[in-house]
């Protein structure tokens, strides 16, 4: 062990890193397409997914028109869930502006609303709801019930409801009501955002590292130069690990960046250590160098190698847990996202900017993806190598 | 009109002979659509949440199976000395719901029994889906399962998708967004190439006008583009049961236009931009990650902040996803789509010239 590490570090590898470094040095080209596109994607990417339901336009066809219905209207547009959109007179139009998409949500109230309540029944309104957006719809139905239920109680305490109020003593005689106390834990503002972007950093490393990892091992060999590495004195893997090191002190940088960013500008909270997700984010680069030296290694030209990556990052970020919870996936599908990275680092990002945790509860995670970088780049140094040999 | 079917018998040579581009148009669009469909969806239906009984009574054990008999949410078990929150890490637990003791006192007694319910907020949209179906379920439990006695009544109807599938919205999405792909890359690759191999010259010296030159161009990736929809309206129509309501024709019109609009951006970008390297990233920035994100794929534009959500307008893809949701689940046909299909037209046409511009001269540039 302590031969090999003597041996790594020797003049030789230095030198060689150093011949890496400078080539980076020339060509800005490569440490700019290493900064900009992901500071880009994590700002683009977490400020534009958005799943937060709110605004819905919402027509109202409103036949009753007494104040009683004008109230159930303020009602449900003075939350923030809905907002209203206009009035409708016939069923016809309303329906059609919810087929142009006009409006994503319609209540029509009947003509007899007002006067079945002061009689004491019950009133019934019909909520429309695009449904085509799943998640929305969910969401939206979940407010509609509650607005409409709220409001039904105001009305019943208020006294309107002299029925009704008999009604309920009788029921509530039998039992109490149970009062569900909800309290959101990590992250009681419900931002969005917090999701969105610890899962897009995890993806930015493993994504942006193959990249960039494949374009670097490729241009040697397009240029025709690696034969004259292969004359140097120096091993395969020597050369190997020249090339790896710049490239992951430069992404590094960028991981350091984005995680400034994440904090900067979408103000996800840092509970956990620091060196946690530093060290995650570590692994989750090695890789993604190992998957790009890895295509890399299959093709010959870079385009070839932009071409296959095709191939290998949708299902690699499909497939992760990083945009969308992972049990929204197939039941099939979710064993998968075990072998990701992705999801790995998901998690522990996840974990201890958000949660807190510490190594104690994540270690599992961590292990995973120490597996996968050793595998990934010790696969990948075998396969450059016996294309060098 | 022969020179350009004699442009399109020429590109369509090429492409068959590159196994790799073939991969990519046939082979690759499948996988994702299968993949992406089905996985990028928010809505998740069998969350776990884990219970602490302090309580243990009939009362209380009959409030949990009104948890149990929910299929958005199932219960798991966790012991009582460890803290809910442990569940949360792994998502072993979305949420943990607490009963007091004195939870069945208290129903007895008439007065309000409180239970704590502690959602995981980490991600947000899941949380408020499970604080939602909790809701719910207290609502039900509350009313007695006895008559409603709530004043007023809200009945739901939830149109178009009724069953709340989110597969009926992602798949149409990704069917977009690899529509909006592979056809793209594969003419801005063939473009750059004749860039980069000088091929071009050739082109120059013939007697080819540039208009009919990428109009050949043009037409073979537009079926090459129609081609890969086929397959791709099949697994639709198959694993994601999906089906045409009311009239296709709208459709069907939206998306040979829709070919026809990337085919004319991908030429676009190989004609403006003669290297192969650089058009796989613009490629892969308009055709990919402006119609991901910026086209309702999975969130709802109305979520982009204003200061970003006019780029949408701009996003090709827009249209067409609209389009093809209308076709798959609403069924309003013509009237709600005839101008979007304008639009796709317009936008292909206006990448069309764009590239007949920097083609015009038929000149090498100096």
């Known amino acids: 062990m302590q031969n090999l590490t003597a041996r790594v570090f020797n003049h030789r590898v230095a030198a060689l890193i150093q011949k890496e470094f400078s080539q980076v040095r020339r060509d800005r080209r490569v440490a700019l397409s290493l900064i900009v596109p992901p500071v880009l994607q994590l700002l683009l990417f977490g400020s534009v997914l958005n799943s937060k339901v709110e605004n819905l336009r919402l027509g109202v066809m409103d036949d009753s028109r007494t104040p009683q219905s004008r109230e159930l209207v303020a009602v449900l547009t003075d939350s923030r869930s809905f907002r209203l959109s206009g009035y409708y007179l016939s069923s016809k139009q309303l329906s059609d502006a919810i087929a142009r998409g006009k409006i994503q949500a319609g209540v029509v109230i009947p003509y007899d609303y007002a006067r079945t309540l002061q009689r004491g029944r019950q009133a019934s309104v019909q909520f429309i709801l695009n449904a ?237 993806l120490l597996a996968f970088t050793v595998v990934l780049v010790s696969l990948s140094v075998w396969r450059f190598r016996k294309q060098l040999g | 009109m022969r020179r350009i079917f004699a442009q399109t018998k020429k590109e369509f040579t090429q492409i068959l002979r590159d196994r790799l581009a073939l991969a990519l148009v046939l082979v690759l669009p499948l996988l994702i659509l ?77 007065s309000s029994a409180p239970v704590q319910f502690l959602v995981d907020g980490s991600d947000a949209n899941t949380a408020n889906l499970v604080a939602g179906n909790a809701i719910r379920i207290i609502r039900a439990y509350n009313a007695g399962g006895g008559a409603d006695t709530a004043p007023v009544k809200a009945e739901i109807r939830l149109w178009y998708n009724p069953g709340l599938s989110s597969d009926k919205y992602s798949g149409p999405g990704v069917f977009v967004l690899a529509m909006s792909m592979f056809p793209p890359l594969l003419a801005s690759l063939a473009m750059a190439k004749e ?95 402006l119609v991901f994100l910026l086209s309702g794929l999975i969130f709802p534009i109305d979520n982009i902040p204003p200061e970003l959500r006019w780029i949408s307008d701009f996003v090709w893809g827009k249209y067409y996803i609209y389009v093809v949701r209308d076709a798959f689940l609403q069924g309003s046909g013509w009237p709600s789509t005839w101008l979007r299909n304008v639009v796709i037209a317009f936008m292909g046409s206006i990448f069309y010239f764009l590239a007949w511009g920097t083609m015009r001269r038929m000149q090498v540039k100096a």
């Open chain 2, 34 to 110: 299968l993949l992406l469909g089905s996985a990028i969806s928010l809505t998740v239906t069998e969350l776990p949440i884990v219970v602490q009984d302090f309580d243990d009574s009939t009362a209380s054990r009959n409030f949990i199976d009104a948890f149990r008999a929910s299929n958005a949410l199932y219960v798991v078990s966790w012991p009582s000395n460890r803290k809910p929150e442990e569940s949360f890490n792994g998502n072993r637990g979305r949420a943990a719901l607490i009963i007091p003791a004195h939870f069945e006192r208290n129903i007895l007694r008439g």
């Open chain 1, 132 to 368: 085509m957006d799943a998640n929305t719809a969910t969401i939206a139905r979940n407010y509609a019930e509650g607005v409409i239920a709220t409001y039904g109680m105001g009305l019943r305490s208020s006294g309107l409801r002299a029925n009704g109020r008999q009604n309920d003593s009788r029921g509530s005689s039998h039992h109490g009501q149970v009062d569900l106390q909800v309290s959101f834990l990590y992250n009681p503002g419900l931002v969005s955002s917090w999701f969105t972007v610890t899962g897009i950093f995890g993806l930015l490393c493993i994504l942006n590292g193959s990249l960039v990892a494949a374009a670097t091992m490729v241009r040697e060999r397009e240029a025709g130069t690696i034969e004259q590495l292969l004359m140097s004195p120096a091993s395969t893997s020597e050369i190997i690990i020249a090339k790896i090191t710049p490239l992951f002190f430069l992404l590094c940088l960028m991981a350091l960046f984005a995680i400034s960013l994440m904090r900067v500008v979408f103000h996800v909270p840092f509970h956990g250590s620091f060196l946690v997700v530093a060290g995650a984010a570590a692994l989750c680069l090695l890789s993604g160098i190992g998957i790009g030296t890895f295509i890399a290694t299959f093709t010959k030209s870079a385009e070839q190698a932009q071409l296959s990556s095709f191939f290998v990052n949708p299902p690699v970020a499909s497939l992760s847990g990083a945009l969308t919870p992972m049990e929204a996936m197939p039941h099939w599908m979710q064993p998968l996202a075990q072998f990701n990275p992705i999801y790995h680092f998901g998690v522990i990002a996840r974990g201890s900017m958000l949660k807190g945790s510490g190594i104690t509860t994540l270690w599992p995670h961590f292990l995973a």
């Open chain 2, 195 to 289: 860039g980069e191999k000088k091929t071009i010259l050739q082109v120059y010296v013939s007697n080819i006008p540039a208009q009919q030159y990428l109009l050949g161009k043009i037409i073979a990736f537009t079926l090459v583009g129609i081609a890969e929809s086929i397959p791709l309206i099949i697994l639709l129509r198959t694993y994601f049961g999906l089906s045409f309501v009311g009239d296709p024709s709208p459709f069907l019109v939206a998306t040979v236009l829709y070919a026809f609009c990337v085919a004319s951006f991908g030429v676009m970008v190989g004609a403006l931009i003669p290297s192969r390297v650089a058009a796989i990233q613009v490629v892969a920035l308009g055709g990919f990650l």
